[in-house]
C-alpha cells in the first residue's frame, strides 16, 4: 500500500506494510483501515493483483449499498467476488490483473466500462460485455445503472518462469532501457513508493467507456516490434512499463500477490470423478452470444443465463429433498432442465451417481465456471 500522489496529501507509514491473509478477501480490513487512516487515499486507488483468478464477480444477490456498511460487506464476500463492491464504493478506479498462461478467464487487452447499481434489482451490475461478466449474469446497458463508476482494467499476461530464465542471459540490457522510479520526489513513504518516470500518454486514448476492448499486444506493437519473441526480459519491461503508466492516473496504488499466480490446480477434478464433471459441464454450459450482438442479444443472453442458473438451483433443492427416478423424470417438462434427466438418467449414469454428487455439491447450484466453462481455472 502506497502514495503515488503528491506528497503531504497523505500520511505516511515508517515502512511499508504487508499483510498475510489466508482467504483473499481477508485483506479488505487491511485495506480499509489504510483508507481510513489516511494512508490511503478514500478514492482514485489502483489496485496491481497477481492472481491466476480475476476475483472480478459480485456477489449476486447483495444490495449495492451494503458496500457503505464495511462490516456487512466483510460478511457478504468470498474469494471470487470483493474487488469489485470496492470498485463500486469508489475506492478502486484502476484494476490491473497479472495473471500466467494458464488463466483465461477475461480476454486479453483493455476493458474500461461502468459499475453501478441496476435500478432495477439494487444489486450491482457492470456493462462490460466480457463472457466473463456475461456467464454469471452481471451485465445491464449503462442507462439502467446510477451511481456509475468508471473501472479502467487491464488485463495482462505475464509468464514468470520463462522470463526468469531467461533473466540471467539478458543482464546486459542496458540500465538505460529499464522503466526507473523518481527518487526526487520528497516524503515519499518508500523507494517503493515513489513516483515513476515514464510516458505521459492515457491507456484508454483511443478507447471510450463502454467501448470494445483493444488488445495489449495491438496497443504496445510498435514498442515490441524491437523486440525478439524469445526475448521474455524484453517483454517484461513491456509489461513493467504499462503497468507504470496506469499507476500514474492513481493518487496512490495497491499490490496485490496471490501465490496462486505460481502454480494452482483444479479442486473439482478431485472432488468429483470425470463422469461427474463432463455432466456438471453438460449441465452448466453457456451459450455465448454472437460477437456482434446487439444490445438486445445481450439481454437476451443475460436473462436465459440467469433463468438457466435459477432453474438449476431450483431443481438441486429439490433433488436433495427426494431424489428418485419421479422427481428427475419431472424435470424433462421443463424446457430449460430438460438436460437434466438426460445426463442424470442415462445409460451410463444411474441414481446412484445422483446421491453421490448431490452429496458432494450440498444444495448450492450456483458453480464457479470452471464447471459452467469447460477449461476454466480452478476458482473462476
Known sequence: ??????????????????CVVEDHQD????????IGSKHLPAS??????????????????????????????????????????????GHFSQVIWLHPSWAQQIKEGKHDFLVGKDTSTTTIRVTSTDHYYLSD?????????????????NVILVNPTEASSSQEENDEISSAKRPKLNTDTANTTTACSSKAEVPSSDLSDSKAEG??????????????????????????MEIVEVVLQVLQKGDAYVLDIDLDFFSVKNPFKEMYTQEEYKILQELYSFKKPDRNST??????????????????EAAFADLCDNDDEETLKRFASYPRLVILPQCLLGAVVQLSHVRILLYKLGSTARLPSPIMCSGGSARE
Open 137 to 153: 449474469g452481471l451485465y445491464v446497458p449503462a442507462d439502467q445503472l446510477e451511481n456509475q463508476k468508471p473501472l479502467h482494467l
Open 27 to 34: 485483506v479488505l480490513p487491511f485495506i480499509y483501515r489504510a
Open 44 to 89: 482514485n486507488i489502483s489496485f496491481v493483483h497477481f492472481d491466476s483468478h480475476p476475483d472480478l464477480l459480485i456477489p449476486v444477490n447483495m444490495p449495492a449499498d451494503m458496500v457503505f456498511d464495511k462490516e456487512a460487506l466483510f460478511s457478504e464476500l468470498s474469494i471470487e467476488n470483493w474487488i469489485m463492491p470496492v470498485v463500486y464504493a
Open 1 to 18: 500500500m502506497s502514495s503515488a500522489g503528491p506528497p503531504g496529501r497523505l500520511r505516511s507509514y515508517p515502512a511499508l506494510p504487508v
Open 211 to 236: 467501448g470494445e476492448e483493444k488488445t495489449f499486444a495491438q496497443d504496445k506493437l510498435e514498442s515490441l516490434a524491437s523486440c525478439s519473441v524469445e526475448n521474455h526480459a524484453c517483454q517484461l
Open 295 to 312: 444490445e438486445e442479444g445481450l439481454l437476451d443472453c443475460v436473462e436465459n443465463r440467469v433463468h438457466q442458473l435459477e432453474d438449476l
